[in-house]
């Protein structure tokens, strides 16, 4: 069993910076792939980025790509998802998500799932 607890969300206006956080409880987190995903009022939940349990191998949506980066600190069990050069696109609620198996852009491939944060970009 695996608990997340996303914060670091807030108001940005376009152009800034914000970094997401996602703790996680219990011994095992190291063994799990993250995953960050978002979604938007009216819109379907979609893949933001993703990185392996060692933290050696991260993919990322292509619409964040160059913007955003995801890592971990396994010792801290923590994930980050550092988002810069916002734009007010991003405005969502932010998820992390772990995978026993591998990082996937599929949500339904994650096993658990924080409560989410809120991120919203001003023009």
């Known amino acids: 069993q695996v608990q997340l607890v996303e914060s670091g969300g807030g108001l940005v206006q376009a152009g800034g910076s914000l970094r997401l956080s996602c703790a996680a409880s219990g011994r095992t987190f190291s063994s799990y792939a993250m995953g960050w995903f978002r979604q938007a009022p009216g819109k379907e939940r979609e893949f933001v980025a993703a990185?392996?349990?060692?933290?050696?191998?991260?993919y990322y949506a292509d619409s964040v790509k160059g913007r955003f980066t995801i890592s971990r600190d396994n010792a801290k069990n923590t994930v980050y998802l550092q988002m810069n050069s916002l734009k007010p696109e991003d405005t969502a609620v932010y998820y992390c998500a772990a995978n026993s198996d591998r990082p996937d852009t599929r949500g339904h491939e994650y096993d658990y799932w924080g409560q989410g944060t809120q991120v919203t970009v001003s023009s």
């Open positions: 990185i392996s349990w060692s933290g050696g191998s991260t």
